[in-house]
């Protein structure tokens, strides 16, 4: 007998520069009703990060730069949570940064990054700093989205990597994907609630 397809699967599947959708009722203090923009995702494994996770600092807080940084810090996921990374859309501008999705960048060298900052200021700059990633073994993702954790999602701008307004971020993205997700985005984080 065949098994029927619960609400949220859809017909999408993880790719470096494409985004997961948290299951609405996913607990996790990392990933509850998240919004995870992949980097990487092939044999080898996966990783990426949370984008709608601000903590209440800024990278002024965390490190010594030469340059005023406005933008909030975000939680990136629980791997590696001392340690800084960024995406931006500088390209090869910045040394040993490595292309992730269209005109997306993962890190690269630091010093190279806060003396193009220096030298052009932040004005026409797009980046986002997070402390941590969220990384998943080889086939460990693929399961979690058989075990409905995670919607894959290919159709949302390259830009929300940069979105500012978190508040209803994955509310947003989540009616995005159509009218069975939209009843999903509009469900209560506790269905107690209902």
């Known amino acids: 007998m065949k098994k029927t397809s619960l609400i949220f699967e859809n017909n999408q599947h993880p790719k470096a520069g494409g985004f997961l959708l948290s299951d609405p009722f996913m607990g996790d203090p990392f990933f509850e009703r998240s919004v995870v923009y992949l980097c990487q995702h092939d044999p080898e494994g996966t990783f990426g990060f949370v984008l709608n996770n601000p903590i209440g600092l800024k990278l002024n807080d965390v490190i010594d730069v030469d340059f005023e940084f406005d933008e909030p810090l975000f939680i990136g996921g629980p791997v590696a949570?001392?340690?800084?990374?960024?995406?931006?859309?500088?390209?090869?501008?910045?040394?040993?940064?490595?292309?992730?999705?269209?005109?997306?960048?993962?890190?690269?060298?630091?010093?190279?990054?806060?003396?193009?900052?220096?030298?052009?200021?932040?004005?026409?700059?797009?980046i986002k700093f997070f402390v941590g990633y969220s990384g998943w073994d080889e086939n460990q993702l693929d399961k979690e989205i058989e075990e409905h954790s995670w919607i894959a999602v290919n159709n949302l701008p390259t830009h929300y990597v940069f979105e500012k307004d978190m508040q209803h971020f994955w509310k947003q993205c989540m009616e995005q994907q159509g009218a069975k997700f939209k009843m999903i985005a509009n469900f209560p984080k506790n269905p107690n609630e209902n």
């Open 81 to 126: 949570k001392n340690q800084l990374f960024f995406l931006h859309n500088l390209g090869d501008k910045i040394l040993h940064s490595l292309p992730c999705g269209k005109n997306i960048f993962f890190s690269g060298d630091f010093d190279s990054l806060v003396l193009y900052i220096q030298e052009h200021g932040l004005e026409k700059i797009k």
